[in-house]
């Protein structure tokens, strides 16, 4: 890959994660009761239609000056908190193992 098509590939990239961040927050209902960095959290989920959002994107959205080893144990706390709050709603939070998270209905749900 040429530097101007790396570059090229980041301006995408760059532009896909804004797109991810406008209004991530107000994808998650008010009566979740979900602080700012859950609800961003959970947006970035919501956003991405099922498919997993990787470590680094969740990392680039919420901690942009951290390194991605010290920020996979908060990720880790973080996707547990939510997942605890979101799971009486009818959601659950998926780790896939090694690249991230996605969101999706739980079947057994009543909601």
Same mark, same amino acid.
């Given at each position: 890959m040429t530097p101007y098509q790396e570059i090229e590939a980041l301006r995408s990239r760059v532009a896909w994660l804004e797109g =991810? *961040?406008?209004?991530?927050?107000?994808?998650?209902?008010?009566e979740w009761g979900l602080s700012l960095q859950?609800?961003?959290?959970?947006? =970035? *989920?919501?956003?991405?239609?099922?498919?997993?959002?990787?470590?680094?994107?969740?990392?680039a959205a919420l901690w942009p000056d951290r390194e991605c080893d010290s920020a996979t144990d908060s990720i880790k706390v973080l996707a547990c908190k939510v997942r605890k709050?979101?799971?009486?709603?009818g959601y659950r939070v998926r780790c896939v193992w090694g690249v991230g998270y996605a969101i999706e209905r739980d079947k057994g749900a009543g909601a």
């Open positions: =991810l *961040l406008s209004s991530v927050a107000d994808q998650c209902p008010p859950k609800a961003v959290f959970a947006g =970035l *989920l919501f956003r991405a239609n099922g498919r997993v959002v990787e470590y680094g994107t969740i990392i709050l979101i799971g009486p709603f």
